[in-house]
């Protein structure tokens, strides 16, 4: 079987820098994604980690430890609109079923 | 402009009534999939399909129907069997590929009462 576990809430502040952790256990694996979220609306891609290390996308970054089965979403200068949900997802190995976490929210504050 | 289309956005059904959630896509995309999602939660599979004609179980596929019998179009059947159907349905879509991100329509919010 699968599993993700992300912390439910964090909160932090305009311009801050905040982690939002990830891990997992899995059967086989391709890679760590993430997903954004805003309330009532559709989740949208963010990133995708497939080897060790970090893959920085503008004020995003994404990391990944295969041997820890650990990766994280770095958020840096915060704005309002990054108030959002966060979700990490897995592939497993040989499909394209792609497994979520239960997803993290932002709160971001002036 | 390419995209998933989930229609209708919002819907409302009686206990022991199936209902067919719609979706669409435009992108040329092979695989297609169904999620669930609850207050608070992250999305659960219920079907997907790699392939017209050709679709699997996900993690929570009991009281659910889908069927693939155009590219374009993954039509989702919440059956009267499902106990607890009202949620949030997001139909998504992807090219092949392990590292393909998945493109998602807009939801429909289903309440069942």
């Known amino acids: 079987g699968q599993s993700l576990e992300q912390p439910s809430e964090v909160t932090a502040v305009e311009g801050a820098i905040v982690q939002i952790n990830c891990t997992y256990q899995t059967s086989g694996f391709y890679g760590l994604s993430w997903y954004q979220q805003h309330d009532g609306g559709a989740p949208t891609f963010l990133s995708y980690?497939?080897?060790?290390g970090l893959e920085e996308t503008g004020r995003f970054s994404s990391f990944l430890s295969r041997s820890d089965s650990y990766g994280y979403l770095l958020l840096q200068e915060l704005q309002m609109k990054d108030s959002a949900s966060y979700f990490c997802a897995v592939r497993n190995t040989g499909f394209q079923k792609l497994v979520f976490g239960t997803g993290t929210r932002l709160l971001v504050s002036p | 402009d390419g995209g998933i289309t989930q229609s209708p956005k919002y819907l409302f059904r009686k206990e022991g009534q199936n209902v067919t959630l719609s979706c669409e896509q435009n992108l040329n995309h092979d695989a297609m999939y169904w999620y669930r999602q609850d207050p608070g939660q992250g999305l659960r599979l219920i079907y997907y399909?790699?392939?017209?004609?050709?679709?699997q179980k996900g993690d929570i596929a009991e009281g659910y129907s889908v069927s693939r019998e155009k590219k374009e179009s993954f039509p989702l059947t919440v059956t009267s069997a499902q106990k607890n159907p009202t949620a949030f349905y997001l139909c998504?879509?992807?090219?092949?590929?392990?590292?393909?991100?998945?493109?998602f329509g807009n939801g429909t919010r289903l309440t069942v009462t």
């Open positions: 980690n497939a080897l060790d």
């Open positions: 399909s790699q392939i017209v004609n050709d679709f």
């Open positions: 998504a879509s992807s090219i092949s590929g392990e590292n393909s991100p998945l493109h």
